[in-house]
């Protein structure tokens, strides 16, 4: 176990900010998630201070970077327009969120598997998925102040090598549907080298988008939440039926994110956030 405080910081409402699919509140004070092989608990234990189920080490090394804690939230939130209700109201209403930087072939899978489904329906299928080509987790064993989790039994999302022995009968039997023809795609992508996650990396935002764009089923949205949420790419503003909703209403069509070309994504969140709570 490894207790920290952290400011700018709130694991449930990363949980339940749509922008991952493996991480899940238990109940008030407690969140998990499945990455990178690992399985991971959160104890809030008040003031600013929380448990992590997971040495100092694996800490430093994987979770630190993984909830992107080395930015600088707070001036970014402050450095929003006043002017702008929605927007501060949203930072407000999801004060804590931060974006995840999630494994690139997770990502860019996961969200090829997002087209047209709800957040339940997508997070149902990535966990199949997991279950059919993924390597059982350990979890371990967890006393005071973290609790029982949510399922008996975790596996990590599929490693490329995994991933290649998948048959599109597997794939249709799991709920994936037209989308099973993307997903081998793009498998075969990684497998066979055409994409690399480190090359990839190296890319400058223009050319990684438009090499995303040239994967079968890729979209514009897909793209998007590729880069914001596997690569990291915090000025990209994925638009989906909830955000055109806000542009619509409150931004006479467009939200102005060429003005926040640093952390345009990062607010895309607080909003996407506050409007699925119901905040229209």
């Known amino acids: 176990m490894y207790k920290i405080k952290l400011n700018f910081f709130n694991p449930a409402k990363i949980a339940d900010s749509g922008q991952a699919f493996r991480i899940h509140t238990i109940d008030r004070t407690h969140t998990e998630l499945v990455a990178h092989g690992k399985y991971l608990q959160i104890a809030d234990l008040g003031n600013n201070e929380y448990a992590f189920s997971c040495t100092q080490e694996e800490f430093e090394t994987i979770w630190h970077d993984y909830f992107d804690l080395s930015r600088d939230y707070e001036s970014i939130v402050k450095a929003a327009p006043e002017d702008d209700t929605f927007l501060t109201k949203s930072i407000e209403f999801g004060y804590g969120i931060r974006i995840l930087k999630q494994e690139i072939f997770e990502s860019i899978i996961s969200y090829i598997i997002s087209q047209r489904r709800s957040i339940p329906s997508i ?85 990684l988008y438009e090499v995303l764009l040239e994967m079968h089923g890729v979209g514009i949205k897909v793209a998007n939440c590729a880069m914001l949420f596997g690569f990291q790419r915090v000025g990209r503003f994925p638009i989906d039926v909830w955000i055109k909703r806000i542009e619509d209403k409150y931004y006479d069509g467009h939200f102005p994110s060429e003005r926040y070309p640093d952390t345009a994504g990062i607010l895309q969140q607080f909003m996407f956030y506050y409007i699925r709570k119901g905040n229209i």
């Open 123 to 207: 997070t149902t299928c990535v966990d199949r998925f997991s279950e059919l080509a993924g390597t059982k987790i350990d979890v371990p064993v967890l006393e005071m102040p973290f609790v029982q989790p949510l399922k008996e039994a975790y596996y990590a999302f599929p490693t490329i090598e995994q991933a290649s022995k998948v048959t599109a009968e597997e794939l249709d039997s799991i709920g994936a549907g037209y989308r099973t023809a993307y997903i081998l795609s793009a498998i075969n992508d990684f497998n066979t080298g055409k994409l690399d996650a480190d090359a990839l990396k190296e890319l400058n935002d223009d050319e």
